[in-house]
Nanobody
Framework: QVQLVESGGGLVQPGGSLRVSCVASGNIFKINAMGWYRQAPGKQRELVAAITSGMATNYADSVKGRFTISTDTTKNTVYLQMNNLKPEDTAVYYC??????????????????WGQGTQVTVSS
């Protein structure tokens, strides 16, 4: 009922910048919060940044001051601007949304909507 599609990943040198985007589509009634997670090889998926419908934000300590999360609610899109990238930022970045969607059975709550991921590689 809801699809999340990430884009914008790629290869960048240390100190460089990238912006990844995530567009949500489908039978969305309300988005409560959006977040970016990442998973590096051999490591657990971790929260990078999150933003609520009230525009409150939360960042992992490792990215504070370097990454900025923002949204365009008219487009159901969440962005992650990543500056001063480091090799340790290399990971697959996933979009996650906490939302209410609808179908023929009415309204449903889900916090388990994930995109397919986009690879970010920071290397010289």
């Amino acid at each position: 009922q809801v699809q999340l599609v990430e884009s914008g990943g790629g290869l960048v040198q240390p100190g460089g910048s990238l912006r990844v985007s995530c567009v949500a589509s489908g039978n969305i009634f309300k988005i409560n919060a959006m977040g970016w997670y990442r998973q590096a090889p051999g490591k657990q998926r971790e929260l990078v940044a999150a933003i609520t419908s009230g525009m409150a934000t939360n960042y992992a300590d490792s990215v504070k001051g370097r990454f900025t999360i923002s949204t365009d609610t008219t487009k159901n899109t969440v962005y992650l601007q990543m500056n001063n990238l480091k090799p340790e930022d290399t990971a697959v970045y996933y979009c996650n949304e906490d939302l209410i969607y609808y179908d023929g059975g009415g309204l449903h709550y889900s916090k388990d909507c994930w995109g397919q991921g986009t690879q970010v590689t920071v290397s010289s």
